[in-house]
C-alpha cells in the first residue's frame, strides 16, 4: 500500500531518532513563550522526532566574566549548569530559541546563555550543521518582535546552524517569522489584551509550521 508524505516523514523521523531542543528565555516559566516553543515541538513529534524543553529559570547559569579562555580550546573555565545546556545540544538535530521581547531585545536570560555558550563557536563551530530556529512575542503589536527574531536568529547563524523559518513551501507567506502579540483590539480608547498567547493564530501557525520545517529540513540532512 502506498503511503502518503506525511506518513513517510513520521516513519522517518522515527527511523533516524531525531531529536530537537527548545529553549525557553522567558524569566516566566510554562507561560506564553513556552507554549510557542511547545507548539513547535508539537508538530515535531506528531512526525515522530524526540523534544525536550529547556526553561532557563530552572538552570543556574552565571555570566561570562570574558577571561578568553575560549579562544584557546573549546571549553568554559565557570562550572555550573552551562554544560548541561551544552550537552544537551550537542546531542540535538534541532534547536529552537525563544524569547519574549524585553526592550526590543531577547531577556536577559537568553543573551547570558548566548554569551556563556562562546565557547561552541571560537575554536570549533561545535552546533555546526544543526537546524535552528526562533519564536518570539511581545506585549505589543510591533513591539520589537522583528529585532529580537533577528538577533536569535543571528546568533544561530553564527554558531553555525542551519536556520529555517515558518515560510509554508506550497502554500506561500502567510506571516514573517514566529512573531507573536498579546495586544487583542482598541476600541473606544480601551486596549485589551488576549489572555494567552494561544489566541494569536497566526502565531501559533507559524510556530507549527516551524516545527514542520525543522523536521523537513533535518530528515533532508540525514
Ligand atoms: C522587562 C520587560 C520588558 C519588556 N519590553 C517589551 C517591549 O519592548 N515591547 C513589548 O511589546 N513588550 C515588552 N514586554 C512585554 C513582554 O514581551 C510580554 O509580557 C511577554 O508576553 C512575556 O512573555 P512570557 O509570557 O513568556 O513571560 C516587556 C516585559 C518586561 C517584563
Given at each position: ?24 528565555g ?10 510557542m ?32 579562555k ?7 573555565s ?13 546531542d ?46 511581545a ?54 489584551f ?19 520545517n ?9
Amino acid at each position: 500500500m502506498a503511503c502518503r508524505i506525511d506518513e513517510i516523514s513520521l516513519l522517518a523521523g522515527r527511523e533516524k531518532n531525531m531529536k530537537v531542543v527548545a529553549i525557553n528565555g522567558s524569566h516566566r516559566r510554562g507561560k506564553n513563550t513556552s507554549k510557542m516553543l511547545r507548539a513547535v515541538l508539537a508538530e515535531v513529534e506528531a512526525k515522530g522526532g524526540t523534544t525536550e524543553l529547556l526553561e532557563l529559570t530552572d538552570y543556574e547559569i552565571k555570566y561570562c566574566t570574558s577571561c578568553n579562555k575560549c579562544l584557546r580550546a573549546p571549553k568554559c573555565s565557570i562550572q555550573d549548569d552551562t554544560s548541561v545546556v551544552a550537552e544537551k545540544l550537542l546531542d540535538a538535530d534541532g534547536i529552537v530559541l525563544g524569547s519574549p521581547v524585553y526592550w526590543h531585545n531577547v531577556t536577559a536570560l537568553m543573551k547570558n546563555l548566548m554569551d556563556r555558550l562562546r565557547w561552541m563557536h571560537m575554536t570549533e563551530n561545535m552546533l555546526a550543521g544543526k537546524v535552528g530556529a526562533a519564536v518570539t512575542l511581545a506585549g505589543l503589536r510591533n513591539g520589537g518582535q522583528e529585532i529580537c527574531l533577528s538577533i536569535m536568529e543571528r546568533y544561530l547563524k553564527s554558531q553555525g546552524l542551519i536556520v529555517v523559518d515558518d515560510r509554508k513551501q506550497d502554500a506561500g507567506i502567510l506571516t514573517a517569522g514566529a512573531a507573536g502579540t498579546l495586544l487583542a483590539d482598541y476600541q473606544d480608547k480601551q486596549v485589551s489584551f488576549r489572555k494567552s498567547v494561544e489566541e494569536d493564530q497566526l502565531a501559533i501557525g507559524a510556530c507549527k509550521q516551524i516545527g514542520r520545517n525543522m523536521v523537513d529540513l533535518i530528515n533532508r540532512l540525514k
